[in-house]
């Protein structure tokens, strides 16, 4: 797998893909600048963003998506891979605590399987410490 940093001409298959998931997309006006896609044999399979703030050491990863074209074990790992890249740039960054924010089920599992720890319900809220 490959991964590579997301860029604004992305946006156009990645708010199909949102909206495949949940109906909507976000604003491309919302997504932070540290964003990560991850390919697979030159396919686009998983995309996620990092928050990052220059008064805080805490990140934030939202807006985890996956190709809905996928097979649950290609977005698992996509998401995998895509974790392990923000939570890597946040530590370079500093950041001693790492928010992340994942819809209930599998994707959230992702998350806890990278070693977040879930804080809520419904829209999963969870930490890692670097």
Known sequence: ???????????EKLRLWWENHWGAEPSIHVLPRTGVVVSLDGRDIAAAWMYLD???????????????GNSPLES???????????????TVTSRQLIIGAAPSGSCSR??????????????EHLTIIT
């Open 76 to 90: 698992k790992r996509g998401l995998e891979i895509a974790l392990k890249y923000l939570v890597k740039a946040g």
């Open 1 to 11: 797998m490959e991964t590579r940093d997301y860029t604004p001409s992305d946006f």
């Open 110 to 123: 992702v998350f806890e399987s990278a070693g977040f720890t879930p804080q809520d319900s419904n829209i």
């Open 54 to 68: 220059d008064s805080t050491p805490v990140a934030f990863i939202s807006w985890v998506v996956t190709n809905p």
